[in-house]
């Protein structure tokens, strides 16, 4: 008992100094907001759509000795593009990387996606969300390198994620039938709504 009450009290001291550094990022224009462990670094680029196109992207990123931790917004707005599309590519670009060892489905308050988890050629591992909302994806990746130990980081900052617009990427009579939909795609069972 006092071995797990010493640990506990170790983790407790522990935890401040875990939360140091770490704040959260909020970007209107784009409705979404991440905590990120330190200020990100902000770049306009391009993101390669899965018609082969070019689109406007932003992509914020904090790189660390143990880690690496990035959200990219790609406007897809004006391609057409199907959600299943859109996320479908986004994972086999991903899986080029590495392999994919979980991929299930995911959700931030009303908007709906995809949760990953990789584990890259080179050792590292990545926890990796996707979600196709107002016309935009939304991937944020966490990476704990292979020579460090930042999994718990990594995973911290893909959940970190929410969408500031209070919107859906669903129409509500969709909803239940959508979860159904992506638990047998998983071979998963009903679950109570």
Do not use: C
């Not at 390669?48 to 143990?66: F, H, K, L, W």
């Not at 990789?118 to 704990?144: K, M, N, P």
């Amino acid at each position: 008992m006092r071995l797990i009450t010493s640990m506990l009290v170790s983790f407790a001291l522990a935890a401040p100094a875990l939360a140091d550094g770490w704040k959260q990022y909020a970007d209107p224009t784009y409705a979404f907001a991440v905590s990120f462990p330190g200020d990100p670094q902000v770049e306009t680029t391009t993101y390669t759509a899965p018609d082969g196109r070019s689109v406007p992207a932003r992509v914020y990123s904090v790189t660390q000795e143990t880690g690496s931790f990035k959200m990219t917004v790609a406007d897809l707005s004006d391609t057409g593009l199907e959600e299943r599309a859109v996320i479908d590519s986004a994972i086999k670009t991903l899986s080029q990387e590495g392999e994919v060892k979980l991929d299930i489905p995911a959700r931030v308050s009303r908007v709906f996606g995809r949760r990953l988890s990789i584990l890259g050629q080179d050792g590292s591992r990545s926890a990796v969300a996707l979600f196709f909302h107002a016309g935009r994806l939304y991937q944020v990746e966490g990476t704990s390198l292979p020579a460090g130990n930042a999994t718990a980081d990594a995973i911290r900052f893909q959940q970190s994620l929410i969408f500031t617009d209070n919107r859906s990427n669903v129409p509500a009579g969709e909803r239940d039938g959508r979860r159904r939909r992506e638990q047998r795609r998983e071979g998963g069972a009903e679950q109570p709504l």
